[in-house]
């Protein structure tokens, strides 16, 4: 596999990156400090345990947390963290999340069809609601949805249908860095495969950096350059996507690793004749 | 082997969707059949928006407004469905189950059955770590936000659990979840299946969880049944679409080939095709399969296949 520029310029730069929930006097440390760089043009993966802290770290890198994150994170050399207003604004409309939650991001009371063409004219992509309504019906078709679905509220899709229009709703937006937090966690591998050769496609053609959060560790092979695997808030082991999954060197990683279901060892155990 | 009595047996399940204005209902789910056996997991598996949730939310008389079941029917052992305790839900989205403004811990004990709530306390720190929680005590304090994903999902799979129900129904209870603590959840579930005969009914796109735990399979597509049987088909499976998910596999060895899916894509609801659903999208598709539906045809061991290509021989012909 030709991973894209190793050697691009770097996007994304997290530098002792720590996240601390406080709450009527406890302290939860979710992120304890994680270092790394992301080149332009790449795809990191980034895998570990449940709780391990990917969700909120995603969120500490695009600014959303700004009463719990410390550390820097220099987006193209300037600081999220502590960048004044109008830099915000612009690296809202490069950097984009895709929440973990379908549901709980997408607003009930809007249907499919609306809720892009409403980012669509947000983001400067349509200029009239009727391009927007257009637009909109061709990126439901990009994520396997045909115009049918255009007028559906969240509660009326399936959940992979749900996750499909998630998706939809932060790529439509042009933007150029995209984090995506489990965005393909409920499609079966059919649709899955789709959605993350879209995903790469554009990584190729419009140069878009992603950072991928899954725990399939069979997509990341697929998917990720570079891989970060985290565990209790940590960081412990990254680099080279290959070099991880193929030679893992912390224990963490190799637990995750050999625990990974696999269809024809599990039948040939069980059902040995 | 002999089955014990079902649980809960499904018959013919016909489920229609009238959208708000529309003139004529459309099919959602056709011809689906199963049982649930005490001590057994039955793995449902199908493409995103083929009718698993839907099919799910039937059996606990949940269908989402605007559907009904039109025909078939849902008989129980007594007391299953009416008790609400008897049948429990791991809902595939965690918004569905857990209410954000109650602690996660709260609302496990409302779950569990009078008898338990003595000693709720304890019982609510057993149930946490049995999930896999480390920090039992304050996954209780918290509230549903202030959990990560994979932690609402195992909260809920908690919370289905403290009723001790008969039926557990999860619509995919481990997809935030890292291998290993997803291999904790599937070994609890077949402990509690043998040691507590729960009957459980898996809803999943991963085949490979399926393989692990399942002990039988039905595979869905558009709606209706394509592929039924003892987990163990999926070493050679008939239908053409259970073939073509296997090769979609992602796969984690370094020589792996690219990701590709099956061409083509799941018909939208009141657009399916005549005939076998999943003529327009299949390699071996034969003029006859555009017209008539493929009825499920019976091999050996229980294993069912509804393809005009790849169908069992007929009873006469058969045991070779
Ligand atoms: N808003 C919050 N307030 C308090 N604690 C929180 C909050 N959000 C997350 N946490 C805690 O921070 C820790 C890390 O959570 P996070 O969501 O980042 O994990 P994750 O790695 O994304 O896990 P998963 O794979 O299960 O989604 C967890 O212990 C969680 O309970
Ligand atoms: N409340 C609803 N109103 C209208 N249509 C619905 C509703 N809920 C589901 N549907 C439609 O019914 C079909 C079956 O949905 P279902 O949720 O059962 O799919 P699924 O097999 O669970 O898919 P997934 O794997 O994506 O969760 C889909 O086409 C979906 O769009
Ligand atoms: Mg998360
Ligand atoms: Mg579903």
Redesign the interface.
């Given at each position: 596999m030709t991973a894209p520029a190793a050697d691009s310029p770097v996007l994304l730069r997290a530098e002792d990156v720590r996240v601390v929930?406080r709450?009527a006097g406890?302290r939860?440390e979710a992120v304890k400090g994680v270092t790394f760089d992301l080149r332009e043009g790449r795809c990191l993966g980034i895998?570990?345990?449940?709780?391990s802290g990917?969700?909120?770290l995603a969120r500490a890198l695009l600014g959303l947390e700004p009463d719990a994150a410390t550390g820097r994170v220099l987006f193209r050399g300037r600081d999220v963290l502590t960048m004044d207003r109008d830099a915000r604004a612009a690296f809202r409309r490069e950097a984009q999340m895709v929440f973990?939650?379908?549901?709980?991001s997408l607003n009930p009371r809007m249907r499919a069809g609306d809720a892009l063409a409403e980012v669509l004219l947000v983001h400067g992509r349509a200029r009239t609601r009727r391009e927007a309504a257009e637009q909109a019906s061709e990126w439901l078709s990009v994520v396997?949805?045909?115009a049918?679905?255009a007028p559906r509220y969240p509660?009326?899709l399936?959940?992979?249908?749900?996750q499909?229009v998630n998706l939809a709703r932060s790529l439509c937006t042009g933007a150029t860095f995209l984090i995506a937090?489990?965005p393909v966690?409920?499609?079966?591998?059919?649709?899955?495969?789709?959605i993350?050769?879209l995903m790469k496609d554009l990584q190729r053609t419009r140069g878009i950096t992603w950072i991928l959060i899954g725990?399939?560790?069979?997509?990341m092979?697929?998917m990720a350059d570079d891989l970060l695997v985290m565990q209790s808030g940590g960081c412990v082991e990254s680099g080279p996507a290959?070099a991880v999954?193929?030679a893992p060197r912390h224990p963490y990683t190799r637990?995750?690793?050999s625990?990974?279901?696999?269809?024809?060892s599990?039948?040939?155990r069980?059902?040995a004749t | 082997m002999t089955a014990p009595a079902p649980v809960l047996s499904a018959r013919d399940l016909r489920i229609v969707y009238r959208a708000p204005g529309a003139a004529a209902p459309v099919p959602v789910v056709e011809d689906v059949s199963f049982d649930l056996h005490p001590g057994r997991m039955l793995a449902l598996?199908?493409?995103?928006?083929c009718g698993?949730?839907?099919t799910a939310a039937a059996l606990g008389g949940l269908l989402?407004r605007g559907m009904e079941l039109a025909s078939g029917r849902i008989d129980a052992a007594p007391g299953v469905l009416r008790a609400g305790r008897g049948l429990a839900y791991v809902f595939?989205?965690?918004?569905?189950c857990l209410d954000p403004v109650f602690r996660v811990g709260r609302q496990i004990v409302e779950a569990m059955p009078p008898a338990d709530r003595r000693h709720s306390a304890d019982r609510l720190r057993a149930l946490l770590v049995q999930v896999?929680f480390h920090d039992p005590d304050?996954v209780a304090r918290s509230y549903p936000h202030?959990?990560?994903?994979?932690?609402q999902?195992?909260a809920m799979l908690a919370m289905a659990l403290a009723g001790r129900p008969r039926i557990l129904v999860a619509?995919?209870p481990t997809?935030?979840?890292?291998?290993?603590?997803?291999?904790r959840l599937l070994r609890l579930l077949a402990d509690l299946q043998r040691s507590g005969n729960l009957a459980v009914l898996l809803i999943t796109?991963?085949?490979?969880?399926?393989?692990?735990v399942a002990d039988d399979l039905l595979v869905m597509y558009a709606g209706r049944a394509v592929e039924s049987g003892p987990?163990?088909l999926?070493?050679s499976p008939r239908h053409p679409y259970v073939e073509?998910?296997?090769r979609?596999?992602?796969?984690?060895a370094?020589d792996?080939p690219?990701?590709?899916?099956?061409p083509g894509?799941?018909p939208?609801?009141?657009?399916r095709p005549a005939g076998c659903p999943f003529h327009p999208r299949c390699p071996l598709a034969r003029p006859g399969c555009a017209t008539a539906v493929p009825h499920p045809t019976r091999g050996p061991a229980g294993h069912t296949v509804a393809c005009h290509v790849r169908a069992f021989p007929s009873p006469s012909e058969s045991t070779p």
């Amino acid at each position: 596999m030709t991973a894209p520029a190793a050697d691009s310029p770097v996007l994304l730069r997290a530098e002792d990156v720590r996240v601390v929930y406080r709450r009527a006097g406890r302290r939860t440390e979710a992120v304890k400090g994680v270092t790394f760089d992301l080149r332009e043009g790449r795809c990191l993966g980034i895998v570990g345990e449940s709780g391990s802290g990917k969700s909120s770290l995603a969120r500490a890198l695009l600014g959303l947390e700004p009463d719990a994150a410390t550390g820097r994170v220099l987006f193209r050399g300037r600081d999220v963290l502590t960048m004044d207003r109008d830099a915000r604004a612009a690296f809202r409309r490069e950097a984009q999340m895709v929440f973990q939650d379908p549901l709980g991001s997408l607003n009930p009371r809007m249907r499919a069809g609306d809720a892009l063409a409403e980012v669509l004219l947000v983001h400067g992509r349509a200029r009239t609601r009727r391009e927007a309504a257009e637009q909109a019906s061709e990126w439901l078709s990009v994520v396997g949805l045909d115009a049918d679905y255009a007028p559906r509220y969240p509660h009326e899709l399936s959940g992979g249908q749900r996750q499909r229009v998630n998706l939809a709703r932060s790529l439509c937006t042009g933007a150029t860095f995209l984090i995506a937090d489990e965005p393909v966690s409920a499609l079966d591998v059919s649709v899955q495969a789709r959605i993350l050769n879209l995903m790469k496609d554009l990584q190729r053609t419009r140069g878009i950096t992603w950072i991928l959060i899954g725990h399939d560790l069979a997509v990341m092979r697929a998917m990720a350059d570079d891989l970060l695997v985290m565990q209790s808030g940590g960081c412990v082991e990254s680099g080279p996507a290959s070099a991880v999954l193929f030679a893992p060197r912390h224990p963490y990683t190799r637990t995750l690793l050999s625990s990974v279901p696999d269809v024809p060892s599990s039948l040939s155990r069980r059902f040995a004749t | 082997m002999t089955a014990p009595a079902p649980v809960l047996s499904a018959r013919d399940l016909r489920i229609v969707y009238r959208a708000p204005g529309a003139a004529a209902p459309v099919p959602v789910v056709e011809d689906v059949s199963f049982d649930l056996h005490p001590g057994r997991m039955l793995a449902l598996v199908g493409e995103s928006g083929c009718g698993k949730s839907v099919t799910a939310a039937a059996l606990g008389g949940l269908l989402p407004r605007g559907m009904e079941l039109a025909s078939g029917r849902i008989d129980a052992a007594p007391g299953v469905l009416r008790a609400g305790r008897g049948l429990a839900y791991v809902f595939q989205d965690p918004g569905e189950c857990l209410d954000p403004v109650f602690r996660v811990g709260r609302q496990i004990v409302e779950a569990m059955p009078p008898a338990d709530r003595r000693h709720s306390a304890d019982r609510l720190r057993a149930l946490l770590v049995q999930v896999g929680f480390h920090d039992p005590d304050r996954v209780a304090r918290s509230y549903p936000h202030q959990l990560s994903g994979g932690m609402q999902q195992r909260a809920m799979l908690a919370m289905a659990l403290a009723g001790r129900p008969r039926i557990l129904v999860a619509d995919e209870p481990t997809t935030a979840l890292d291998v290993t603590v997803q291999a904790r959840l599937l070994r609890l579930l077949a402990d509690l299946q043998r040691s507590g005969n729960l009957a459980v009914l898996l809803i999943t796109h991963n085949l490979g969880v399926v393989a692990e735990v399942a002990d039988d399979l039905l595979v869905m597509y558009a709606g209706r049944a394509v592929e039924s049987g003892p987990v163990s088909l999926l070493s050679s499976p008939r239908h053409p679409y259970v073939e073509g998910l296997l090769r979609a596999l992602p796969r984690l060895a370094p020589d792996a080939p690219p990701l590709e899916g099956i061409p083509g894509q799941v018909p939208a609801l009141g657009r399916r095709p005549a005939g076998c659903p999943f003529h327009p999208r299949c390699p071996l598709a034969r003029p006859g399969c555009a017209t008539a539906v493929p009825h499920p045809t019976r091999g050996p061991a229980g294993h069912t296949v509804a393809c005009h290509v790849r169908a069992f021989p007929s009873p006469s012909e058969s045991t070779p």
